[in-house]
């Protein structure tokens, strides 16, 4: 399979998660296939249930029964002493993930206060990782080490001798993201960090990891519901609705010029800081049952757009607008009965947001 | 009759204390955590009340004072122009005019029973009819869109998403037809793409029902859409108020500017690195201004002094040293010298 831009990170092909088995089984994530390159950041967006958790638990080879992966291909390109070396993440061995995880891959969850232990102090969650990842460091340079990386997120070396209910909620975000660096891993995947902070706080991390990664150089990937972070944050986002990829593009151009009628729906559901106050409508209806999903596009209930086609079969993501972004949507098939609506077209791409 | 407009719920000068207990040190000493101080609102009928606040700055605590969950340390409540005593209990009477609808819906509704049994028990708690109780309850759903209310009434909690159970949630809060609702983060728990439906239902409701309305948020853009007055909560006070949109669009307290500008905005990337962010959080000040320790532009005066709320004209005021005339600010520091 490909990896073979020796810029890619990580290239991801047909990927299926279920949870359940057989008869019961429901889809969580069906068919996703995306590539990301070193150093770069993907977004992606969507509301819970749209599986985009999953997706990340099922590449990282967390998920935890019943959920199953039932198809697809993921590599990993691996970096520092085994570089060059390309790893197939599912078929890894536990031996092997464990010699990966951490070091070339690390997550950071949404809740810290869930994920630090509460009976030990911050010093010593850094002092294992360490330690068990590189049996060299005698007990001083770990130290080191550890008020190195705390001082990377912009914490005070006196942290480590505190335990999580000591710190604030953004505090313990910070802790959790130096605690993902640790080892330098060179691909860093967070699973809504930021959705339980205050917006201030939310902004202040952030604008850290945005410096974060323009020194390390890392690759991430940043899950979240809110699609106006992501346009700050990401260079490219990935839309997610009942497990599938809606839509995909460039931060900006989605943001100013979407294509697919839920990505719409999306932004205009977050009533804007300026300008009139007008009466907006968002999406009508609620996100699909996946035991029951309707049949042809899982948002045709919802989209004003929709025709028989959308009815009854299913769009896949194609390529549109020579590359660089993909949509599935069958308005945009050249056979589709009805016309793009201005909003969702190129003759719509000077709003909103002003000239592209 | 009530008229839009007439005031329904005053608040005055309401403070809340917690007791804590000073864990460090030999001697355990307790000591008082103000987790509101000094709030005054007032909510009229078919008006949205907004208020801003972060998780911590004592909105949740304001909403059940109003609700007398939680008794007030000091202040006065007025419902509909008559002194509530509040060393009383508080009688089913008063339930009946102020409703609480919480944030989140699966944890506020009963799960084993079915949505009748929830809508109806408020109402027959209240002395409604056995016979009316049902025509009651399917009114309600009706007016929360829920329709056919038939459809909805056999149904148990798990059988509903959570923006159609935030509605029976809502429904519930109206049954007993109370003249002020007081909703707590009612989309925060929600889908993104069902959230606007909600806050347009409330607005609605606000509007149809004459309904004095609260609506504690921390998204200050949801609240930009959905009030008629915002207030801005800091550490348990009310740092800035002002009715329309007046607050976001021209925020005059250090604090409200801070928050605006950390909102995600992408048609402002420009202003991601502005100066305001930079302010780190290192406590309360409880002697002067609360912010002044976070805020930029903090002053002398700042540290040492409390400022009181500052009317700036057309009801917006900001609780800031910065909205002070030099004689204001000269008599402060003349007398505390």
């Known amino acids: ?356 | 009759m009530t008229t839009r407009g007439d005031i329904v719920l005053d608040a005055r000068h309401l403070s809340r204390t917690f007791t804590a207990r000073r864990e460090k040190g030999f001697f355990k000493k307790k000591y008082g955590q103000r987790a509101v101080d000094d709030v005054s609102v007032t909510l009229r009928a078919g008006e949205v009340l907004a208020i801003v606040g972060e998780s911590g700055s004592g909105k949740s605590v304001l909403a059940r004072m109003l609700a007398r969950i939680v008794p007030p340390t000091s202040g006065e409540l007025w419902l509909n122009e008559s002194q509530i005593d509040l060393s009383a209990r508080r009688g089913i009477d008063y339930a009946r005019h102020v409703q609480l609808v919480l944030q989140d819906p699966f944890a506020a509704i009963n799960p084993v029973r079915g949505i009748r049994h929830t809508l109806e028990r408020p109402l027959l708690i209240h002395g409604a009819n056995k016979g009316d109780v049902v025509e009651r309850s399917r009114d309600v759903l009706a007016s929360v869109s829920l329709t056919p209310p038939d459809d909805y009434l056999e149904r148990y909690p798990h059988e509903l998403s959570g923006g159609q159970l935030q509605r029976v949630n809502i429904a519930r809060g109206l049954a007993v037809n109370p003249s002020v609702l007081l909703a707590d983060e009612p989309i925060s728990m929600l889908d993104v793409s069902v959230r606007l439906g909600v806050l347009n239902l409330l607005r609605e409701l606000c509007d149809t029902h004459l309904l004095a309305m609260m609506y504690i948020t921390h998204d200050i853009a949801s609240a930009r859409y959905i009030a008629d007055e915002t207030a801005v909560m800091y550490a348990g006070q009310v740092v800035e108020r002002a009715r329309g949109t007046a607050i976001m669009d021209a925020p005059v307290h250090p604090y409200t500017q801070l928050l605006i500008n950390s909102v995600p905005n992408p048609d402002h990337l420009a202003r991601r690195d502005s100066g305001a962010s930079e302010a780190k959080a290192s406590g309360f000040n409880l002697d002067g201004c609360r912010f002044s320790p976070r805020c930029p532009q903090a002053m002398d005066i700042c540290h040492g002094n409390q400022p009181p709320e500052f009317d700036l004209g057309g009801g917006h005021t900001s609780r800031c040293w910065l909205s002070a005339t030099d004689e204001q600010r000269t008599a402060v520091s003349i007398a505390t010298r």
Not at chain 1, 147 to 176: F, I, K, N, T, W
């Open chain 1, 1 to 356: 399979m490909s990896l073979t831009d020796a810029n890619l990170v990580l290239h991801v092909s047909n990927f299926s998660v279920d949870y359940g088995y057989a008869d019961e089984a429901i889809r969580a994530v069906t068919d996703v296939s995306f590539s990301l390159g070193r150093s770069r950041v993907l977004g992606v967006a969507g509301e819970s249930g749209s599986g985009k958790s999953t997706l990340v638990y099922g590449l990282t080879r967390l998920l935890r029964a019943p959920g199953v992966i039932t198809a697809g291909d993921v590599r990993l390109r691996l970096s520092g002493a085994r570089e060059g070396e390309i790893i197939d993440l599912l078929a890894a061995t536990e031996d092997d993930l464990r010699a990966i995880r951490w070091s070339e891959i690390s997550i950071v969850m949404q809740s810290a206060l869930n994920a630090l232990n509460p009976l030990h102090k911050i010093g010593k969650e850094f002092d294992e990782v360490l330690r068990v990842h590189d049996g060299r460091l005698s007990k001083s340079q770990r130290r080191q080490r550890a008020e190195e990386l705390l001082a990377l997120v912009g914490l005070q070396p006196d942290r480590l001798q505190r335990y999580p209910h000591e710190l604030s909620g953004g505090q313990r975000q910070r802790v959790m993201i130096a605690l993902a660096l640790a080892l330098r891993p060179q691909l860093v995947i967070m699973d809504e960090p930021t959705t339980a902070l205050d917006v201030v706080t939310q902004r202040e991390i952030v604008s850290e990891l945005h410096e974060l990664r323009e020194r390390l150089g890392f690759a991430l990937i940043f899950i979240t519901h809110d699609l106006s972070l992501l346009v700050e944050l990401a260079d490219e986002i990935m839309v997610m609705y009942a497990g599938r990829i809606v839509e995909r593009a460039p931060a900006l151009d989605l943001y100013r010029a979407p294509r697919h009628p839920y990505t719409l729906g999306l932004m205009e559901s977050f009533p804007p800081l300026s300008g009139e106050r007008v009466a907006m409508t968002g999406i009508p209806g609620s996100p699909p049952n996946l035991k029951t999903p309707p049949a042809g596009c899982p948002f045709h209930p919802r989209c004003a757009y929709a025709h028989d086609r959308c009815r009854n079969e299913m769009p896949p993501l194609n390529d549109i607008e020579d590359g660089g972004r993909s949509v599935a949507c069958w308005l945009h098939d050249p056979a589709s009965p009805v016309e793009v609506p201005v909003s969702l077209s190129r003759r719509g791409d000077t709003t909103p947001g002003g000239v592209k």
